[in-house]
Every structure is written in C-alpha cells, then in structure tokens.
C-alpha cells in the first residue's frame, strides 16, 4: 500500500526540529513506538568496547563477535550458558540506563497523554520513570524467566538469582545450585524473549496489550502524534507499519520518525509526517533546548 520515500539528513536547527517540537506540544496524544535505535543511542551497544570490556574470556575462548549472536551459541553446559546470560541480562537490564536520551523524552512528553509501545526488552523506559501502565513490551523482558517447554503461561524475575550468578562464577561457569528450574515440570528455564513459538504471553503481557488497544481506541480521529524511534526493518509490523497505517485513516494524525539510518515515509502521508534522519539522543536533547527557549 505504501511506497517509501527516503529523506535527506537534517542540519543544525533545521526546519524538522522546530515542527516536531510543535506537534509533541500540540498534540492530543502521543503514542511513541520505540525499537532498538533508541537504545542504542542510549550507550546500550552490542558490540565494541561495551561487549568486550564485559565478555573478554568468553571472546577469547570461542571467537565471539557481538553480544546478541553469541547469545545463540549452544553452550555444553547450563553452568557456563547461563554464566554468559546472567552477565548479559545484568548489563543490559540492571546495571542502570547510561545517556540521557530516556530521560529526555520523558521530560518532553511527561505531561502529554501518552502511551509506549516498544521491541525493546531492557526495561529502559520504566528505569526512566515512565508509568508502567503505559508500556507494552511486545517482545519480552530481559527481566523475566519462563519455562522453556513451555508448560504454563507464566514468568518469574531473575534478578536475584542473576545477581547472585554474576558474583559468583568462576572461570565461565555459575554454581550448578544457581540454574533455574521450572517449579512446575523441571525443565530448564529460558529467557522470556519473543525468539520463536515457545514465547510466553503471561498475563502482565495481555493486560499492557488490552491497555494499549483501549489507548487507540479512546484517541480514535483526536490529534494523535505517532512518534517512532529507532525502528528498523527487522519487525516493522509491529510499530512502523501500523503507524503509518493508522496515520493514513486518521487526517488529524501525524507520524514522526527519528533514526539514524533508516528514517524514510510513505508518499501516502507525507504531508502528515515529520521525518529526521539523526541520532535519537541529539535530537531528543535538541528538541528539550528548543522547548525550554520558547517557555
């Protein structure tokens, strides 16, 4: 339904900003969508210094190359696959948000109606201090276990016993009492990650996912910002297409989109849509300055 239509890079105090500041500050509601860009400008990179300051032996052992393909690997034992998990869940989901580009949207839209949808799975909005009854995590949390059959529709926080997994393994390996079992049929645990059929939709999950819908369904044809960030091609279905979708059906609707690489709209609604290919984080801090001038 949709033809692309590529963008030009914006230059300091381009017109874009200083539209996108309008539409957050005139909007009726803001639905942001958030996929692994904003992250990323956040300082939560998966290869790099980052992966190696953290993963060394694991590198030197068996040639890793970025943290999220050698979550793939198929360790030979539990003791060192989760030795590798728990420093990955820990740095990822624990050890803190580290720029500012969380924050900044906060301060932009904390006074808006708003609601997040996000891919991410690194609980980086609510460590921000976003409502937690305005997120949907689609994909899961790295927080959160599951049973890797999976027998029951159930998860269960890690973060104690990851803690406790990242203190006190030695030589790439957590102490066989430290493995996660399912209380209910003893299998292993897994993450609870949207990697394939065994993904576990927990009642946490369908409760965001009722409030979302209830979100839309109550801004039907209001002045409704779609404020995507970050989103690349991997699953567009999930944000990027239905917000362009949604745009279209709706003339007081705009779409917004800020990513570095991939910022691109539809011809469709290009006369609805904001579009500003550059770091999130920079523009986020660009569009807070131009806030507060104008206050």
């Known amino acids: 339904m949709f033809s692309k239509m590529k963008t030009m890079k914006y230059t300091s105090g381009c017109l874009q900003i200083e539209q996108l500041t309008e539409k957050i500050h005139t909007a009726d509601a803001i639905v942001i969508g958030a996929g692994a860009g904003m992250s990323t400008s956040a300082g939560y990179t998966y290869s790099g210094k980052r992966f190696e300051d953290n993963f060394s032996d694991f590198i030197q052992k068996y040639g890793f190359k970025d943290?999220?393909?050698?979550?793939?690997?198929?360790?030979?034992?539990?003791?060192?696959?989760?030795?590798?998990?728990?420093?990955?869940?820990?740095?990822?989901?624990?050890?803190?948000?580290?720029?500012?580009?969380?924050?900044?949207?906060?301060?932009?839209?904390?006074?808006?109606?708003?609601?997040?949808l996000t891919t991410n799975v690194d609980h980086c909005f609510q460590n921000a201090g976003f409502d937690k009854r305005r997120l949907f995590y689609t994909q899961g949390d790295y927080g959160l276990?599951?049973?890797?059959?999976?027998?029951?529709?159930?998860?269960?926080?890690?973060?104690?016993?990851?803690?406790?997994?990242?203190?006190?393994?030695?030589?790439?390996?957590?102490?066989?009492?430290?493995?996660?079992?399912?209380?209910?049929?003893?299998?292993?645990?897994?993450?609870?990650?949207?990697?394939?059929?065994?993904?576990?939709?927990?009642?946490?999950?369908?409760?965001?996912?009722?409030?979302?819908?209830?979100?839309?369904?109550?801004?039907?044809?209001?002045?409704?910002?779609?404020?995507?960030?970050?989103?690349?091609?991997?699953?567009?279905?999930?944000?990027?297409?239905?917000?362009?979708?949604?745009?279209?059906?709706?003339?007081?609707?705009?779409?917004?989109?800020?990513?570095?690489?991939?910022?691109?709209?539809?011809?469709?609604i290009r006369k609805q849509s904001v579009s500003i290919a550059g770091d999130i984080g920079t523009t986020l801090e660009r569009i807070k300055e131009e806030v507060y001038q104008n206050k």
């Open 67 to 116: 943290m999220y393909s050698a979550g793939f690997y198929p360790f030979e034992t539990l003791e060192e696959h989760w030795a590798y998990w728990s420093r990955y869940i820990y740095i990822n989901r624990y050890a803190g948000t580290q720029g500012d580009a969380y924050k900044n949207l906060l301060e932009l839209v904390k006074d808006k109606d708003y609601f997040v």
């Open 145 to 268: 276990w599951q049973c890797s059959k999976p027998c029951h529709d159930k998860t269960y926080d890690n973060e104690t016993i990851v803690r406790k997994m990242v203190a006190e393994q030695r030589n790439m390996r957590v102490p066989s009492g430290l493995i996660p079992y399912c209380p209910v049929c003893g299998a292993p645990m897994s993450m609870n990650l949207r990697a394939d059929e065994t993904f576990v939709e927990d009642k946490g999950w369908h409760e965001a996912a009722a409030r979302y819908q209830e979100f839309l369904r109550c801004h039907t044809g209001l002045s409704v910002l779609f404020l995507e960030l970050g989103v690349g091609g991997n699953t567009p279905g999930i944000i990027k297409y239905p917000f362009w979708q949604m745009t279209y059906q709706n003339a007081k609707a705009i779409y917004a989109c800020i990513n570095l690489s991939e910022a691109c709209i539809p011809a469709e």
